[in-house]
């Protein structure tokens, strides 16, 4: 009867555990697939115009070079961004093409102290031209359900806007993607783009933690076994003596 729970318990863990650790290499795999589209978008043919949202899987970190105006009015700051320790805001600037408006994240900056001091991030809304990357809107790891946003003081100051909150907000269309300003263009803060925060390297290592874990399950699981066998021969050799 220990035995059998044992066994079960066993089979339960190593489920669990082998589990976790092919899922990390999954994400391992994931994440060295973003790095070589990211180090691809720098080399291919640069874009010259908008792609449309159900393209973004194939453009994703692409180069595109736009031109038009900032609207400077009209700016978001996507808060609790933290860089090199600190925490802060980037800033997100609506980009008018004249036929479509993009959504240009110019970079990060710090975050006073006193929260209630939003950071200077005026901008000239003269016409030039752009070079960006292209890539999805910050996402949080759970999504709470979304709140309306008051389209009245600016900048605005959000975390984890949808591109339906910024829509409602702006009161025009973009598209659900933003473009992260090259670190060689005028107007931007620290812009340190990376494909991924957190590399393969740190979901390899939590691949072996579970497989370890698993390794070890089964390591008990055989000297409990060995030590209940050993208990239930001493036990059998006693009450033969007996006998």
Known sequence: MRSAIATTVLLVLLAVFISAGVWQLGRAGEKYDLRAAFAAGSIVKVLKEPVDDADIVEYRFRLIELSGRYDPDHQILLDNIVANGRNGYQVLTPFSTGDQTVLVNRGWLPADADRTQLPAIDIASSPRTITARINRLPVPGIR??????????????????TREQIVAALGTPVPDYQLLLNADQADGYLRDWKAVEVGPKKHY?????????????????????????????????VKDENE
């Open 144 to 161: 709470l359900d979304a709140t309306g946003i008051a389209a009245t003081d600016w900048p605005q100051r959000l975390l984890y806007p």
């Open 205 to 237: 290592g939590y691949a072996f933690q579970w497989f370890s874990f698993a390794i070890l399950a089964l390591i008990f699981y055989v000297i409990l076994n060995v030590r209940w066998n050993n208990q239930h021969k001493k036990s059998l050799t």
